[in-house]
């Protein structure tokens, strides 16, 4: 497994090795003891999530507040995305920058994005099946979101040739300095 350093030191692609010939492929996609020697620290996930979309979808900018904050270590299986993470723990020296990452199936790389980060990701290819783990289960209670155009951080999404769609929640999310941040 080859761990690649983003911009923002906590978060980090992984690349697995894969073993590939005429049959197919094989490959360890994840790894309990390497994944928390290269992250620093103990993680349990309890959560695993698959979603679907079509082009031109953009998910996110998703996060929870603590106590209910989520780690996510995601992946695109089938498709292309272009995904991102958001830094928003105010004290942070990278408070507002972002990462952002091409996942696919062909790649299969895996991004992960620690709490205090926004995440977000837009489907490049006709569709795209997602998978990720997190390290807190879901509670609307503490469910947050950014708007995934916020000036602020401006993001540089790739150039698509549809509109973008996003949900009736992700359409009206607050802006990085309006919303409920870590600290």
């Known amino acids: 497994m080859n761990v690649i350093k983003t911009s923002i030191p906590d978060v980090l692609i992984f690349e697995p090795k894969v073993f590939g010939d005429d049959r197919g ?19 349990t996930f309890v959560q695993d999530n698959h979603s679907k979309s079509s082009k ?10 603590p106590p209910h904050a989520q780690g996510k270590l995601v992946r695109c299986v089938a498709g292309e995305v272009f995904d991102v993470a958001v830094d928003i723990r105010k004290t942070s020296p990278t408070f507002g920058q972002w990462v ?4 696919s199936g062909e790649n299969k ?5 620690p ?6 990701f837009v489907t490049l290819s006709e569709t795209a099946e997602f998978l990720y783990k ?4 879901y509670a609307s209670s503490s469910d947050r979101g950014i708007k995934w155009n916020d000036e602020t951080i401006a993001i540089e999404w790739p150039e698509l040739d549809c509109d973008i769609m996003t949900s009736a929640k992700d359409s009206t999310a607050k ?3 309006e919303a409920d941040h870590f600290i």
């Open 109 to 113: 790389r895996q991004l992960w994005i």
């Open 175 to 177: 802006s990085l300095l």
């Open 56 to 65: 031109g979808v953009l998910r996110g900018l998703h996060y929870q507040l």
């Open 134 to 137: 997190t390290t807190n289960y």
């Open 25 to 43: 492929f094989f490959f360890e996609s994840f790894n309990h003891q390497q994944f928390e020697a290269a992250i620093g620290h103990q993680v």
């Open 115 to 120: 709490e205090g980060f926004a995440h977000g």
């Open 100 to 103: 952002g990452v091409h996942l």
